[in-house]
């Protein structure tokens, strides 16, 4: 059975710029959330989607966005992207949105902001 | 809101020593809790959780945690570490199908 995927693995962008991230949850989840990691904040929670619908959103600005296709595969976006922004984004699927399945997580995307 | 406390950042311990992580939580409300642990330039990989009954868990590689609710706490514990568990170890709840939040994480690095 095949994990979480995202994609890419590393990035590295320019101040301003904006950036796409990609997650394909495990076949049959319906549940993908997305996480920031940073060595100053930790982990913190960006969004959860679930059947397309985002169900819970995190404290960041409108400049995280996401979505979530009929596939259930996820997308997460950052416009004018900002220094801060460097981190390891997590991406987590589940079966049925419940954290008691215990979320699976992806390798992260490593993205870097010049 | 919940909070997690992980004490120790970081825990240096002898090869085939035991070992214990500390994880204090904080919750208004009934949660589930978690133990992850991350290898570097990984992803978290579940290693056990509690949703309710018994409060002792078993987990993957040995681990287990004890769940006490009077102490808010969730440890998690090894008897015997090996070179491979160096990692940072992560604890998390969430209230029931909520959103995970994490503590700031342990690194646990093993001694030859």
């Known amino acids: 059975k095949a994990g979480v995927t995202q994609t890419p693995r590393y990035l590295i962008k320019t101040r301003g710029q904006q950036v796409t991230l990609s997650c394909s949850p495990i076949?049959?989840?319906?549940?993908v959330s997305w996480y920031q990691q940073t060595p100053g904040q930790g982990l913190q929670f960006l969004f959860e989607?679930?059947?397309?619908?985002?169900?819970n959103k995190g404290n960041f600005p409108g400049r995280f966005s996401g979505r979530q296709f009929s596939n259930s595969r996820s997308e997460m976006n950052v416009s004018t992207l900002e220094l801060g922004d460097s981190a390891l984004y997590l991406c987590?699927?589940?079966?049925?949105?419940?954290?008691?399945?215990?979320?699976?997580f992806g390798s992260g995307t490593r993205l870097t902001v010049v | 809101a919940q909070s997690v406390t992980q004490l120790d950042s970081q825990v240096p311990v002898f090869e085939e020593a035991p070992v214990e992580l500390r994880c204090n939580y904080s919750?208004?409300?009934?949660?589930?809790l978690f133990w992850y642990v991350q290898y570097p330039n990984q992803g978290l990989q579940l290693l056990l959780k509690?949703?309710?009954?018994?409060?002792l868990v078993k987990g993957i590689n040995g681990f287990e945690a004890e769940f006490n609710k009077s102490q808010t706490s969730f440890h998690l514990r090894k008897p015997s570490v090996h070179i491979s568990d160096t990692a940072e170890y992560f604890c998390?709840?969430?209230?029931?199908?909520?959103?995970?939040?994490f503590g700031t994480g342990t690194r646990l690095t093993i001694i030859p």
């Open positions: 987590a699927s589940s079966p049925g949105g419940q954290a008691n399945y215990g979320y699976t």
């Open positions: 076949s049959g989840h319906r549940s």
């Open positions: 989607y679930f059947s397309e619908t985002q169900r």
């Open positions: 919750s208004s409300v009934s949660v589930y």
């Open positions: 509690y949703l309710s009954g018994s409060t």
């Open positions: 998390a709840v969430t209230p029931r199908g909520e959103k995970l939040t």
